[in-house]
């Protein structure tokens, strides 16, 4: 079991370029969830999927982010128009079922925009 | 809505004291708090979780009571090590139907010889 993997592990970015990052959940499990960590916020909520269904998005940023679910060995967050403001680290992070279910992280991606 | 608060931000202390590490939450609904802990350049792991009112769990030398009365769910340890020095989030669901957690903002622990 490899655990839920990101791709890339860092990423610098031009301000208003598009950044894409990537998830792969582990196999098997229903539930995939994205957060943005900062020093300041801590561990921020953006979106899940259950199934690949998307479930939640309260926490996305409405204009210039976006996730995607294709299929259940995948997850993207696309962030255009980069922003200074959006540089964190982003962490995917899947969970085998509902119900008060562990939730196993990912290593993140740095996103770095100058 | 729900919320969890973790009022120390960074707790520094010397090998061998104990440790102490505040959380308290709101919700309107059932209860199911969990700590993960977060080293350096490493994921967010679970370290511990509870839906039992007033019954201590334990884990890797770490322990927390949750306390629905006091909305409460410190972690605690008799003796830091060194090892310990990492971020520590506290984190709420409020329904076994639900995958969404609400984390806390996280406290920082340093131990230092």
């Known amino acids: 079991n490899a655990g839920v993997i990101q791709t890339p592990r860092h990423k610098v970015t031009g301000k208003g370029q598009e950044a894409t990052l990537w998830c792969e959940p582990i196999?098997?499990?229903?539930?995939v969830f994205w957060y943005r960590q900062t020093i300041v916020q801590g561990l921020e909520f953006l979106t899940y999927?259950?199934?690949?269904?998307?479930?939640?998005d309260s926490g996305m940023p409405k204009e210039r982010f976006s996730a995607q679910m294709p299929n259940q060995s995948h997850s993207t967050l696309k962030i255009q128009s980069t922003q200074p403001q959006d540089s964190a680290v982003y962490l995917c992070?899947?969970?085998?079922?509902?119900?008060?279910?562990?939730?196993?992280f990912g290593p993140g991606t740095r996103l770095t925009v100058l | 809505g729900d919320s969890v608060t973790q009022t120390e931000g960074l707790v520094t202390l010397t090998e061998g004291l104990p440790v102490m590490l505040n959380c308290t939450y709101q919700?309107?609904?059932?209860?199911?708090l969990f700590w993960y802990v977060q080293h350096l350049n490493e994921a967010p792991k679970l370290l511990l979780k509870?839906?039992?009112?007033?019954k201590r769990t334990e884990h890797q030398g770490f322990h927390a009571t949750l306390h629905k009365s006091s909305s409460s769910f410190h972690l605690q340890k008799s003796s830091a090590q060194l090892s310990d020095s990492a971020l520590y989030y506290c984190?709420?669901?409020?329904?076994?139907?639900?995958?969404?957690?609400?984390f806390g903002t996280g406290t920082r622990l340093q131990v230092s010889p």
């Open positions: 992070a899947s969970s085998l079922d509902r119900g008060w279910a562990e939730q196993f």
């Open positions: 196999s098997g499990h229903s539930a």
């Open positions: 999927f259950r199934n690949q269904a998307p479930i939640d």
């Open positions: 919700t309107a609904y059932s209860t199911f």
């Open positions: 509870s839906s039992t009112d007033n």
């Open positions: 984190a709420l669901s409020d329904s076994p139907n639900t995958d969404k957690v609400v």
